[in-house]
């Protein structure tokens, strides 16, 4: 390897866990959701949609960071999330019907729903925020005068990504320490015996889709100032989540933490080795590699207990 | 067994009756003589749409409703389907409608390669998976640029007929074609065994039914049917691109609303679903000012639909009716 490939690798190598790390963010949302209450939120992407408009009308009109909207964005989503577990899901779930994807087939009306209406009010313009340390970066002979290869480490990129692992911490924390956290896994791991020990299942699963829902909320607030936002962006990070949740295995935590990082990577060496428009087919090719070679993902790998299942 | 289940066990047993071919003729038979009576260009449009999505939701019952496998990416079968149409003409210079007759063949491949990856996931995972393949044909459309034009799409510039009422007798010969097939298939052994994997997969394995097989199979047929359905839309629309023939939320998406509206795994769902959305769309978009409302409404729509009548307006009619009054809630 020439030092300009070796510079243009690792630079992709960079630039891809930093985008794993949101990545992540994302499908741990979704693969909470996914682990206690067994269904597939398909309007995943368009919470994340949702949080990004709400973060962007916080920038735009109060002038507040979309940094510090993830502290309001995620409690905003929360209460979303909650209101359409309690008042849309669980109603559902007493409904009899021919198909068990009915639940799918309801998020994906919610998901139509919340995407049309932010249509409807925001037009599609595409929209970003003007941050002014957009474009400041860090670059590697700032630090090493005498570096042979020259890297660079983009500011609002490397925030993201420490607000990301920050945010897995603490949610590693409130499910490994708190009540809360404990009921949520017990309901995760066996329903019926959770209800017999007396948790409020059904109180956990509007819990739980309330702190998936801020999940994403807080990773679109990460990912404002790093991307544009348009109303209909929700669809491709739905998918996104999805295989990462299936690179983890379903329901592992850890798993989709890899999992993230698998794909941000995968995909950032796609769009640098390939061309930027094949990043969706990597995807693709990921999600059936992994369905081949790997059904269980990665958490099958860890030999870990599964969350869930 | 739970009293709820059961009575999802009855309410599943009912929609298994043989349909009476009757009334199947004697629509076809008022449609047949429809143009006939002058018609306008506009209305004509509207007819050829209910057909062509009627069709469509057919296919998609076939899959989703009898067989339990619900699809989210009948896109990338529709969207085959045209480009099969759009490449022969674009690359070739022949007629797009040899699109159709070579569609079967080009989806029937496609379809059985896709099925081979996607069809070992269950359930919402199943739904998922096709749901993203949907979205990685169009991507690939699109990159394509050679071979499928890129995002600028393909223009089919020699319109064969300028009439509609000819278009109209195709898509309605695809429609009569594709009714007696389903009719057939869903009275037939395979029919039975479809249902089977539906309610219980492991079951239906365990009693020698090969799932693999019949699930493949269900997959290319519905496939199939939705790519002639493509192919037949490339040559009445004349312009197709990967975020026409491929769209998530204006196919794949659209289907799935048809059969849930009209009823899943009923043998008319399919029809009333695709009469109630076209017309609904159309109307919808004929008040001004309400662009992205429409999706909007669909999804309300969609919401209320399986919350309220989870077998759809055909399978819940009985519902339906005592919703709104037309009969005492005792019967």
Known sequence: MTPVQLEVFLQT????LLL????ALIGLGMTLIMGVMKIINLAHGELMMVAMYIAYWMFVLFHIDPYLSVFIATPVLFLLGAAIQKFLINPMLKVESILPENQV????????????LAT??????????PVDYATSAFYLSDFWKASPIELSLSLPWAVSFIFAVGITIALWFFLARTDTGKSIRATAQDTDAALLMGVNV?????VTFGIGSGLVGAAGCLFLPIYYLFPSLGGQFTLIAFVITILGGLGSTVGAIIGGLILGVFESMTATYIGMGWAPVGRFVVFVACLIFLPGGVASLLKKKRFGK | MTQESAKVQKSKVKSQKSIPPYPTLIILAILAVLPLTGLSSYMMHIFILVIMWAVIGMAWNLLGGYCGQVSFGHAAYFGVGAYTAGILYSKLGLSPWWGIPLSIIVVALFSFVLGFIVLRLRGPFFALATLASGEVMRVTAENLQPLTGGTLGILVQERTWIVKTWYYYVILAIAAGTFFLVKKLIESKLGYYFVAIREDQDAAESLGINTTLYKTLA????????????????NYMGYIDPHVAFALHD?????????????????????????IMVLLAEYIRSMPGLGAAHQTLFGILLIVIIIFLPNGIVGDFPKLKRLLGLRSASQ
């Open chain 1, 13 to 16: 190598l960079i630039a891809g």
């Open chain 1, 20 to 23: 794993g790390g949101l990545y």
């Open chain 1, 105 to 116: 087939i309801l998020t994906v009306g919610i998901g139509m729903v919340l995407a049309n």
């Open chain 1, 120 to 129: 409807l009010f925001f037009k599609s313009d595409y929209r970003s925020t």
């Open chain 1, 202 to 206: 059904k109180m956990m699963r509007v």
């Open chain 2, 219 to 234: 997959l290319c047929i519905s496939g199939v049917l939705t790519g002639i359905a493509g192919a037949f839309y490339t």
């Open chain 2, 251 to 275: 196919i794949s998406i659209i289907t799935i609303m048809i059969v849930m509206v009209g009823g899943v795994a009923t043998f008319w769902g399919p029809f009333a679903g695709a009469v």
